[in-house]
């Protein structure tokens, strides 16, 4: 019942059956107003995070680097230091999902005089938290989840607590919900609940009553907890005012509550940088789609972007519907179909290139995705030419990344750059007088 009860035992007020029933009746439809309102504000994080593209196609990529950390730790090299590891790649790249992963980092982050977190300089810890994401990967259902949680809890690693949610969340979205201090002082106040941070019981609780709050509210959320989860993050960032229990603030909350969304509705300048991001990186789709097709190529474009508007017009237009069998069939397919784009030759449906177009968002999710396309087994894909796109100004840190340990397997790929900038400039010419990829290459550096 929302763990509710916690506020109405809090009050000085002696409640007769009936009158705590109304009472939390008139509680619970004001949580859905509150709802209803958010849903509908575009600032706030369920259209910004929870509908966002991008935040599904980064799911496969980070499962893929908690396999990685996991076979790293089991085989003694993952070493001794956060920074360069693996794990370090896949908590970055969950940190730039937006506000509500924003600092999810900060937990991981080696703190020697601390000692904390101590899974780098402590064998046996280091192989617990290994443990932990291979056994929570490998299986399906909410008791064996929690019964490896409790399992890392007895060991109280220091430093190790459930800021590991975040992570797990990516493994399991239906069964864990996402933690930081905004979503459970949002908890907090929204049920009268005194969860504190950095127990694993705690959270264990809180787990509970988010589960509770979204069966009671399951039409307007989601089997994602991360729905319920943007909720309270709002919520606890104070931009939502929690519903009142005394009828006499109920004009009042209401007047709040429509504040609240006009304010929200007056794009910051964040906001605004974050949409002309995405027309962006629409445009540029649009720019190699077009290419695709003046060089003789059938085109696919992302399958969660297909419907995505850019100057009018369905970026799917003109392009394939779906992916030749044998693609789509392939090792990694679920990952191949996310692509920004693929040039496919007509005569048999080979890939002969493959472009991961890198805005603003984590660079790691589009390496993945070429890496998927590449090691899938097909001679489909053997002589695709990959290419990371990006602006100008993140050359330097796509190299970056590429440099990383955790993409050493992409030194044997044809893997390069191509700037907005030499795009642009040269997208006309190469459409008019280009053949086959002799002409995009030109405009290409190699990255290896």
């Known amino acids: 019942m929302l763990h509710l009860r916690c506020i109405l035992v809090q009050l000085d007020y002696a409640f007769s059956n009936a009158f705590w029933s109304a009472t939390l009746t008139k509680y619970k439809d004001r949580i859905r107003q509150l709802i209803g309102q958010w849903r509908e504000d575009d600032g706030a994080t369920y259209k910004s995070w929870f509908l966002w ?6 799911f496969r990529s980070i499962r893929r680097g908690i396999a990685q950390v996991v076979e790293e730790i089991e085989s003694s090299s ?8 693996s794990l370090e790649t896949i908590v970055h790249s969950i940190a730039e999902q937006r506000q509500i992963f924003k600092g999810a980092d900060h937990a991981f982050l080696w703190k020697p005089k601390l000692r904390i977190p101590d899974i780098y300089e402590n064998p046996a810890n280091q192989k617990a938290f290994g443990r932990l994401l291979d056994n929570c990967s490998c299986c ?26 975040n992570i797990l969340y990516f493994l399991h979205p239906t069964l864990i919900p996402p933690f930081n201090t905004a979503i459970v002082n949002g908890y907090n106040a929204l049920t009268g609940s005194k969860v504190k941070l950095g127990s694993w019981e705690q959270f264990l609780a809180m787990r509970s009553g988010v589960l509770d709050l979204n069966d009671d509210y399951r039409d307007v959320f989601s089997n994602d907890l991360g729905a319920v989860g943007g909720l309270l993050f709002d919520i606890g960032k104070g931009r ?6 005394d009828d006499g603030d109920a004009d009042d909350w209401i007047s709040r509550l429509e504040n609240a969304r006009e304010e929200t509705a007056k794009l910051s300048k964040a906001q605004i940088a974050q949409g002309e991001n995405e027309r962006s990186h629409s445009e540029v ?13 059938d085109v696919w474009m992302a399958a969660n972007d297909r419907g995505r508007l850019h100057e009018g017009r369905a970026l799917g237009h003109n392009c394939l519907d779906h992916l030749p069998l044998p693609i789509s069939t392939s090792t990694g397919a679920d990952a191949i179909r996310l692509i920004d784009v693929l040039w496919l030759e007509r005569d048999d449906g080979n890939v002969a290139a493959a472009f991961e177009v890198e805005h603003s968002t984590s660079i790691y999710s589009g390496i993945v995705r070429m890496l998927d396309l590449a090691l899938s087994g097909s001679d489909l894909h053997a002589a695709a030419g990959l290419f990371l796109v990006a602006p100008d100004s993140r050359e330097a840190e796509v190299r970056a990344q590429i440099a990383r340990p955790a993409f050493s397997r992409i030194s044997d790929l044809d893997i390069s750059y191509i700037s ?19 002409a995009i290459r030109a405009v290409a ?4």
């Open 240 to 245: 939502y005012p929690v519903p009142p229990l």
């Open 445 to 448: 550096r190699p990255l290896i």
């Open 53 to 58: 593209d991008e935040r599904i196609k980064n």
């Open 78 to 85: 993952f070493g001794v230091v956060y920074r360069g590891s």
């Open 420 to 438: 907005y900038g030499e795009l642009e400039r040269n997208r006309d010419a190469i459409g008019r007088f280009g053949s086959g990829l002799k």
């Open 140 to 165: 399906d259902n909410a008791e064996e989840v929690l019964g490896h949680i409790r399992d890392i809890d007895a060991l109280k690693i220091k430093g190790l607590g459930p800021a590991v949610a």
């Open 285 to 297: 789709q649009a720019w190699l789609r077009d290419l695709g097709l003046q060089l003789g190529y």
